[in-house]
């Protein structure tokens, strides 16, 4: 099957444009602006970034507008996102649908009173998330990934009294606190902080291929054994980790063994999620029903919100006599949820999740051809709109980063996933042309050969 059989979205959707680049980037705009940025900005942004005497060449650039799966820099260079702001915007940048109702939404409310006053956007997307889950769930609203999965690791000390959490080598949670000391992305993130993180989080291998499932499997058992782990992390694929599909079977197995020892299954389904991997729920397809699940990134539409939906018997355990114990000032703000409202009636108006299926195969075929073609050392991974080209090391890490570069400069916006940064990750919008996918993978084998092995 070809890309162009697939159906499209009956909207038209703005911003399927192939690339237009009028100067080389990072073009002068850019640089003016990334100066700029290196002042009065810590320095942890974009790597290549001038110092503030401007010595370093710059290797970013400055966004200026998007539209569906178009990115213009401040130069007037036009792009294809592939990264969409690292797989959040699922329905593109700035959906007609998102703008109309932030238009509306932000007339009527755009902020209530938390749990004390709460708003009828809160209470109808609650509802929504909550029929997500294969049993009757309950949830709590966050900001960001790192919030939602924050809210679970809560809920499963509340619910199970220990403080233990078994997590995956290579995963990532986000960098706030809790999260933190169960994210093993790179060492260099939990380093400095490492006195101040749960003590109690062991990491065990997650299985890459058939022949580790076993192995990942005793070694979770291992540790579940010693009976102080509460919760069970893992992300259904690997993200940042360099998106890794892991054998059939994976999360059903090890729920039943969490189940075995006292320990809740929470499932990261913060980058899998909405379709993002050609499913709703990915641990749901791969035939789990976890115990609490995290969603992030795509679901604000393009606004931060985030979710951790658990089953309502264990979400019994936040009941207090007397406090709430777990808030934000921002969490389930009106305008955000109004957004991810209109995020679950786009996807099911436009059947995004079966498009993110369909597209993703042929994307995946299209991918490995050419890949085994001019780097058969590289290996292609993935599944719906959330592919990785790992390219074989060449010793010095950052494979991926040269890629990335080249691919800019052909006007196409990838991400790099994996510990030594060697793995080109895409996460283009649901929404993307065909023909901009068709364009990004005639392009590839010569970005590819510009790198070199
Ligand atoms: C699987 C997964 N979980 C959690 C997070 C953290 O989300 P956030 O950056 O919104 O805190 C991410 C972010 O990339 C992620 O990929």
């Not at 059903?252 to 499913?279: F, P």
């Not at 007397?322 to 995020?343: D, N, Q, S």
């Not at 042929?362 to 085994?372: A, Y």
Request: with cysteine.
């Amino acid at each position: 099957m070809g890309f162009s059989e697939i159906p499209l979205p009956p909207e038209e959707i703005p911003g399927c444009d192939l690339p237009a680049i009028q100067v080389r980037p990072p073009g002068p705009q850019s640089r003016t602006w990334l100066l700029r940025n290196s002042v009065n900005v810590a320095p942890m942004g974009p790597r290549g970034a001038p110092g503030p005497r401007g010595k370093e060449r710059p290797s970013g650039i400055v966004y200026s507008t998007g539209k569906g799966s178009n990115v213009l820099d401040v130069d007037g260079n036009r792009y294809v996102d592939l990264a969409a702001g690292f797989g959040a915007l699922l329905l593109g940048h700035a959906h007609p649908r998102i703008l109309k109702v932030l238009e509306l939404q932000g007339e009527r409310l755009m902020q209530a009173l938390g749990d004390v006053y709460t708003s009828e956007p809160r209470i109808a997307l609650c509802e929504r998330l909550a029929r997500l889950h294969p049993e009757p769930a309950q949830v709590i609203l966050g900001q960001s990934g790192a919030d939602a999965i924050s809210a679970a690791l809560k809920t499963a000390v509340l619910a199970s009294g220990k403080p233990g959490v078994l997590a995956f080598q290579g995963s990532y949670h986000g960098l706030s606190y809790g999260p933190l000391a169960a994210t093993s992305l790179r060492e260099s993130y939990r380093q400095p902080f490492a006195a101040q993180l749960n003590p109690a989080v062991r990491f065990v291998p997650y299985p890459s291929s058939d022949g580790l499932l076993d192995l990942a499997l005793e070694r979770a058992r291992f540790e579940l054994v010693r009976g102080d782990v509460g919760a069970v992390l893992v992300e259904p694929i690997l993200g940042r980790g360099g998106v890794v599909v892991p054998p059939e079977g994976f999360l059903v197995e090890l729920h039943a063994l969490a189940r075995q020892h006292g320990a809740l299954l929470i499932a990261d389904e913060i980058w899998t999620g909405l379709g993002r991997a050609g499913e709703m729920l990915t641990s749901v397809a791969q035939g789990a029903t976890p115990d609490l699940i995290c969603l992030g990134k795509g679901l604000g539409g393009g606004l931060p919100i985030s979710a951790c939906i658990g089953k309502s018997e264990l979400m019994a355990a936040w009941r207090q006599e007397h406090e709430v114990v777990h808030t934000a000032t921002f969490a389930g703000a009106p305008l955000a949820c109004a957004t991810a409202i209109a995020l679950f009636d786009i996807l099911q108006r436009d059947s995004l999740v079966q498009r993110a299926k369909d597209l993703g195969a042929e994307l995946g075929r299209r991918l490995r051809s050419v890949v085994e073609a001019v780097a058969p050392n590289a290996s292609v991974r993935g599944q719906g709109l959330m592919w990785g080209v790992e390219l074989a090391s060449s010793g010095r890490g950052g494979a991926a980063v040269r890629l990335m570069r080249a691919l800019l400069e052909s006007g196409y916006i990838v991400s790099t996933g994996g510990g030594a940064r060697d793995v080109m990750v895409l996460t283009p919008p649901l929404v993307i042309g065909e023909n901009q996918l068709e364009a990004f993978v005639a392009e590839l084998p010569l970005a590819l050969q510009a790198c070199g092995p």
